[in-house]
C-alpha cells in the first residue's frame, strides 16, 4: 500500500485526498484497523498552538535618504531593541526582547507588559511601528539618528525566523518550595498547588511523526496563519532521549526551526504574551502534515494522549540548579483530565498550550489541503534523528581566571 | 425565599468612615461575606460582598444602602473576558482561587463563570496574552 509524496500530491490537485486531523485518526483506526485506515487516508493534519520563546522576525526596511547603517548603532521598535549586527538596514527582533527602561523583576514578580512578541504581532496586524535609531555615521551610511513609523506592507522582506519551536514533549511543571514562584510555565503555586504543562498532546506535529519520517528539512508547513517551511532541527533538538514502544519521548526531544514570509501571516496565530515574573514571549501556531505512506506512519499519527507520557519537574530546585531529579511521569490524559496525583497529593493542572486553538489549525491545514491549496513536500533532507548520536549538552563552565 | 448575591459596593468620600455595612445585619437580618475591601486614593472605599439572607431582607438592605448613597454594581460586570485576546490556553484554571475558569471537556475551550468570579484580580496578570479586564 505504500504511497508516495507525488501520488498523495496528485490526489489533492485533483481534489481526491482524504485528509484527517490527528484527533480524527484516532477514532477511524479504532473503527477501521491500522491497515484499512492506512490505505483510506491520505494525509493526517497536526497542529500546536503554545508560547515559543525561541522565535523572531526579520526585515530589511529599505534605504533612507540620506542613507544610514544600522549596524554598530542602537534601533528599538516601538522601544523593544532589536539586534542590527548585519548590513545597514537588515534587522530582527527577537520575542522575548523587552524595552531598556522595563523595571524587569526589579519588583517582583514584573508584569513584562510589551516586548519583541508583541511588535511582531502588531506588525502582522498591519499597525505601524516606531523605529528608532542611532547610529555611528560613515562617509558612505553618513546619517546618525532615524525615527520614522514602519508598517508591514512597506519593508522589503519581513519574515518570521524561528530557531526554536514545536517541541517534541515538555515538563510537567510544579513547585515543592514553600512559596509561590513565577516561571516561564506560569504561577507555581507553593507545596505542589498546581501543576503546568505545554503540549497539544495527541495533535502535537512530533508526536504524531515520533522518528521524524516524513518531517525534515524542506518540509511546508502552517505558520502564524500562512505558510512556512521547516529549514532545520531546531536549537536543543535532542532526539536521543528514553522512547516508550510507541516511540514517544518521555522528556523534550525532537525541535524544529522554521521559517515563512510574515507578511501572509495572520495576528491570530502569532499572539505577543506577558509571563509574570518571566519576560515576553510570542505564542505561535503551526501545523504540519503527515503523509501517510506507510501503515507504520499511520500507525504513529493515531497516537492519543494516554499514550504520551511527559515528566514532573520541580521548578523550585531540581529545575534552576539542573538537577536530574524528578517526580514521576503522568500522561496527557491524566494532565487534561484536571488533575494528577504527585506524592498522594491530588495537584490540579493547568495547560500553557492551547489545545482547542491546535484542533483549529490542524482543521484549517486539512481544509487547505483538500481544497488542493496546500501540496506536500518531501523532505530535502532529515533532521538528525534517535540514532544519530545528536545530543542536547550543557555548557561546560571554563571560568576566564583559574 | 432566600437569595445570594456578590454585589460591589462603592461608597463615596462622605460615606467611608461611617458604619454602613454592620446594619445589615443588625436591622436586615442579612448575612456577608467580604471578598474585598479597598480605600483609594481619591478617598472613595470599595467593598465587595457576598450578601445573603431572606429575599424581602436583602430587598430592603439594598433600599438602605441605595438611600445612605452608596453605589451598588453587580459583581459580574467588573472582571470581563476580552474573547479577541483570550486563546484558551486554560493557564488561568488553577490560578483562580474561586474555580471562575473551567475546561469545557466537548470544546476544550475555557469557560469563564462570571457568577462565580470574586474580583480578586489574580488572573489580571496570570493570563499571558492579557485577555482578562478588571473595570473597578
Known sequence: ?402 | MATSKRIVLRFPRRLVDRPIVSRLVRDYNLDFNILKASVTPEEEGLLVLEMSGKQDDYDKGIEYLTKTGVQIQSLSQDVTRNEERCTHCGLCVTVCPAGAFEMDTSTRKIKFLDKKCIACGLCIKACPPRAMELHF
Open chain 1, 1 to 402: 500500500m505504500a504511497k508516495t509524496v507525488e501520488q498523495i500530491n496528485k490526489k489533492i490537485k485533483e481534489g481526491k485526498a482524504v485528509v484527517v486531523t490527528a484527533e480524527e485518526i484516532i477514532d477511524l483506526v479504532k473503527e477501521k484497523g491500522v491497515k484499512k485506515a492506512a490505505s483510506e487516508v491520505d494525509v493526517v493534519t497536526t497542529g500546536t498552538f503554545s508560547p515559543m520563546c525561541s522565535s523572531s522576525a526579520y526585515f530589511n526596511i529599505g534605504h533612507s535618504n540620506p542613507r544610514i547603517k544600522l549596524a554598530g548603532g542602537r534601533t528599538y521598535l516601538n522601544d523593544v531593541p532589536a539586534y542590527t549586527g548585519m548590513a545597514a538596514v537588515d534587522l530582527l527582533i527577537g520575542a522575548t526582547a523587552i524595552p531598556d527602561d522595563d523595571p524587569r523583576n526589579r519588583v517582583h514578580p514584573g508584569e513584562f507588559n510589551y516586548g519583541g512578541g508583541h511588535v511582531i504581532e502588531e506588525l502582522v496586524a498591519g499597525k505601524d511601528v516606531r523605529l528608532v535609531a542611532t547610529a555611528h555615521g560613515t562617509d558612505c551610511y553618513p546619517r546618525r539618528r532615524l525615527e520614522t513609523w514602519i508598517n508591514i506592507k512597506d519593508l522589503n522582506e519581513a519574515v518570521l525566523f524561528n530557531l526554536r519551536n514545536a517541541c517534541q514533549n515538555y515538563n510537567v511543571a510544579v513547585n515543592l518550595s514553600d512559596k509561590t514562584i513565577y516561571t516561564y510555565m506560569g504561577i507555581l503555586k507553593p507545596r505542589l498547588g498546581n501543576a503546568n504543562y505545554s503540549s497539544a498532546g495527541q495533535l502535537s506535529p512530533l508526536f504524531n511523526d515520533p522518528y521524524y519520517k516524513t518531517i525534515g528539512i524542506g518540509t511546508r508547513v502552517f505558520l502564524g496563519g500562512g505558510t512556512g517551511f521547516v529549514t532545520w532541527q531546531g536549537t536543543q533538538h535532542n532526539p536521543g532521549v528514553p522512547r516508550n514502544e510507541k516511540g514517544v519521548p518521555k522528556s523534550g526531544a525532537g525541535t524544529l526551526a522554521l521559517v515563512g514570509d510574515l507578511k501572509q501571516m495572520n495576528s491570530k496565530w502569532l499572539v505577543g504574551i506577558s509571563i509574570l515574573g518571566y519576560g515576553c514571549s510570542l505564542s505561535v501556531g503551526i501545523g504540519v502534515p503527515i503523509p501517510v505512506l506507510s501503515e507504520e506512519i499511520l500507525e504513529y499519527t493515531a497516537i492519543t494522549d494516554d499514550d504520551i507520557i511527559a515528566t514532573i519537574i520541580d521548578y523550585s530546585q531540581a529545575y534552576p540548579n539542573l538537577e536530574s531529579d524528578n517526580l514521576g511521569e503522568v500522561t496527557y490524559g491524566q494532565l487534561r483530565s484536571g488533575q494528577i496525583k504527585i506524592q498522594n497529593k491530588n495537584v490540579p493542572t493547568a495547560s500553557l498550550s492551547s489545545y482547542s486553538r491546535a484542533v483549529e489549525i490542524a482543521t484549517i491545514l486539512k481544509k487547505w489541503i483538500q481544497d488542493g491549496k496546500f501540496l506536500l513536500t518531501e523532505p530535502v533532507a532529515p533532521i538528525p534523528g534517535a540514532d544519530s548520536g545528536v545530543t542536547f549538552k550543557p555548557l561546560k563552565e571554563r571560568p576566564l581566571e583559574g
